[in-house]
């Protein structure tokens, strides 16, 4: 399984912005997705693009005010994350998906640790 580091979360004040990133121990995946979860929640799909860059998918919650990318080059991916709101505080997590599949979090194979968002109102 590819190893997975997310760092760049953090404490805002809604409205504010943060930029997560996620880098990869192995460019080896299909693609590399966001997910999240807040306390008393299940967790919940974010955002997810390939290597490739081809296909970038986000879901409704986020469309709009996250973007997500990644340097090939780095075997990084990134989460760039505006206009936030206190429904945004969550653990975000970064996860890879060897073959193609659905963005569902039983879709993803390799799991990084975390890393906290906290939305101030």
């Known amino acids: ?22 880098t990869a121990s192995a460019r080896t995946s299909y693609r590399i997705g966001w997910f999240r979860q807040a306390p008393g929640k299940e967790r919940e799909f974010v955002a997810a693009i ?15 005010r996250f973007t997500i990318w990644r340097a090939s080059a780095k075997n ?20 890879a998906q060897d073959t193609y599949s659905g963005v569902g979090s039983t879709d993803f194979d390799s799991w990084g640790q975390g890393t906290q968002v906290t939305v101030s109102s």
């Open 76 to 95: 990084t991916a990134y989460l760039q994350m505006n206009s936030l709101e206190p429904e945004d505080t969550a653990v975000y997590y970064c996860a």
């Open 1 to 22: 399984q590819v190893q997975l580091v997310e760092s760049g979360g953090g404490l805002v004040q809604a409205g504010g912005s943060l930029r997560l990133s996620c």
């Open 50 to 64: 390939t290597w490739s860059g081809g296909s970038i998918r986000y879901s409704d919650s986020v469309k709009g």
